[in-house]
């Protein structure tokens, strides 16, 4: 995604507000291969071993850079600075890989660094609210469906019950009827003399 040129973030795209990333330091790409994970494991006394519970992903977190063509005045970076402020996460794509969306927002220290005549670039950090990028949502309408394409009724019956057998359930008029169980450990207890009984 860092060799974009450009982006869009809560729908406008950069090349709208003037914007274009780019890298100041001239170097190869460095980009997130996987994201951060946490194994969580339990330490017991006396066990070298530590039990493996879990694995805890962090969301995705990236720097992200870019150049400021041309600001007139102080209005254009507060524009910039609105646009890229939001209060909640927002989707975020880029144009080297549209099908993929983030959904982001800014943390942490950004730096504008600029020569006095009106040139310069941003530096912030981008974070995603999950360690996942996603796809756009696709809606279908007007869908039509063929007759038999519409499905099917099921009608349950003795003969449909093979390879297994009727337990609990009834074959009524309206189909299958399950009967009340009474799984209380009052009952269990009448009518079991072993634990191993209980099934």
Not at 12 to 22: F, P
Not at 98 to 114: C, K, M, Q, W
Not at 140 to 158: A, P, Q, S, Y
Not at 169 to 175: D, K, L, Q, Y
């Amino acid at each position: 995604m860092l060799e974009s040129t450009h982006f869009i973030y809560d729908g406008t795209s950069s090349q709208e507000m003037g914007v274009t990333i780019g890298w100041s330091n001239g170097n190869l790409y460095n980009e997130i291969f996987l994201p951060q994970r946490q194994i969580i494991e339990k330490k017991i006394a006396n066990n070298n071993e530590p039990y493996f519970q879990r694995v805890e992903h962090a969301p995705l977190s990236f720097k992200l850079s870019f150049y400021l063509e041309n600001w007139l005045n102080d209005q254009d970076i507060r524009k910039i600075a609105r646009w890229l402020f939001q209060p909640y996460y927002k989707p975020l794509v880029f144009d080297s890989n549209p099908n993929r969306v983030f959904y982001a927002l800014v943390e942490g220290d950004s730096t504008l660094i600029h020569n006095g005549l009106h040139q310069g670039h941003v530096e912030l950090t981008i974070r995603c609210n999950s360690p996942y990028s996603y796809s756009h949502e696709h809606r279908f309408e007007h869908l039509k469906f063929r007759e038999t394409d519409k499905g099917r009724h099921i009608v349950e019956n003795i003969s449909s019950f093979h390879d297994g057998s009727l337990n609990n359930m009834t074959v009524t008029s309206n189909g299958l009827t399950i009967e009340k169980i009474d799984n209380s450990w009052g009952s269990l207890y009448f009518e079991q003399k072993k634990w191993s009984e209980i099934q």
